[in-house]
């Protein structure tokens, strides 16, 4: 058999990259609109000074309640009113003091002494997170009025004698 040329109908192209060659148009990304922006992101608010206490190493409540003044090589900083909302108020008014582990957290032998193993209801005089709540208070009047505390964070803290 005799061989014959075949001819092509196109002629060859010179080489291209493939998707020059294809005619598949590339992906295009979904355009996001200007006004869904992402709503998750929450605002940053500035840390200020306690009104309280310095942060100078020293727990408040171990120089309030035992008079020791020994300056802690770690100490936590607590927002006296604490809650969702209350947090961003102590934090904006400088209602925040810095304990010690042992007054902030305690232990697991049930330390009656740590703020966060108070109950809320057990209104003892050694409540610890009630002493914070009245010296935070004390320390709000200070520069403001007790009707301005009373509507911000809808509490007084204070006992009927220093009321009057």
């Not at 020059?20 to 200007?34: D, G, V």
């Amino acid at each position: 058999m005799k061989r014959t040329e075949l001819k092509r109908k196109t002629p060859l192209k010179t080489k291209t990259p493939l998707r020059a060659r294809t005619n598949l148009k590339p992906k295009s990304m979904p355009k996001q609109s200007k006004s869904h922006k992402c709503k998750s992101k929450k605002k940053r608010v500035k840390k200020t000074q306690s009104i309280m206490h310095e942060k100078d190493g020293t727990c408040y409540l171990c120089m309030l309640l035992h008079s020791n003044y020994a300056v802690y090589s770690y100490t936590e900083e607590h927002h006296i009113f604490f809650g969702t909302s209350k947090r961003r108020l102590s934090e904006q008014y400088g209602l925040k003091v810095h304990l010690c582990t042992y007054h902030h957290r305690g232990n697991i032998n049930g330390n009656k002494e740590a703020v966060h193993n108070n109950n809320k209801n057990n209104y003892k005089e050694n409540n610890s997170n009630l002493l914070l709540r009245a010296a935070g208070q004390r320390a709000f009047e200070r520069t403001h009025t007790r009707q301005e505390f009373i509507e911000i964070f809808q509490e007084n803290n204070l006992k009927q004698e220093e009321i009057a």
